[in-house]
């Protein structure tokens, strides 16, 4: 388990950042490490930790052909001599994303969209009485998964009005709310779901954590739907990243810093509130947009 850490920069540092007049604070997880980014690798850590306690070597899993779990968990086994098979869902094809995992070492099978939906029966049909394997849900989605997001909280050392996250399943956010409840933090948890009907999510949250008082979501800044952008998000995410130097995603992050500066020049948030950003990571979105940003 030390390998694990030993080429991780933790805890992420906080860089202080201004925009449209508005100072801003961002927890750069992306730059944990380049292919094991973001809350991708929070997600993992105790879902690696089992599997090694569990003395398994062959780590099992499952995504899009754009998926920054599949990257993460392909380059975060390649360090620790793991091996890794993903379920592609979908026709075969290729990406620079799928080459990536494939230079990492991991194995990909494309499999259709129907049977893609029951992952417990792919893993128990091509795996079952194989003591090597270890089953990690798509996006690592799990108890394990919100104990390692937790931990974000637990580096903060210095208190936020509001800190914003995206979220796909809400694991992330689950795990957030749950550090920031465990240290009884006045911050207020503001959560951008990147996906139509995001309404699943405060049930999705409420599996994991009791007390949603600290919990605000934001269900406008999905722009058409999980991965669809528009021509203004696309703009936004040029003009942030061209004044700062940080780079967005167009899936998850973009959406969530438009919403923050949406928010306040809606005067939904306070100008003057001290906002802490996680950046997730994930700036191998880009890849798959990048005749959008010309
Ligand atoms: C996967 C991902 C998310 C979403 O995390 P959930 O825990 O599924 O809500 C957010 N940001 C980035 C960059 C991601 O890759």
Redesign the pocket.
Known sequence: MGKLFLFMLLPSPIHQVSFRGKSLFVKRDDLIDPFVS???WR?LKYILQDAAQKHKNHLITFGGTYS??LLATAAAAAKNHLRTTAFVRGEEVNNPVLSLCKLFGMQLHFVDRKSYKNKKALFEQHYSGNNDTYFIDE?G?SKEATRGCAEIIDELKENFDYIFC????????AGLLEGINKQQLPTELHVIPVLKGGDFMKAEIANYVNDLSKLRLHFDYHFGGYAKTTPELITFIKDFTGSTGILL?PI??GKMCYAIFDLIAKGIIKKEAKILMLH???LFGILGKIDEFG
Do not use: L
Request: proline share 0%; hydrophobic share 20%; aromatic share 4%.
């Open positions: 973001g809350n991708k997600k920054n779990h996006g989605a995206a979220a796909g399943t809400g694991t992330t956010a995603d998850y992050t997730t990571g994930g």
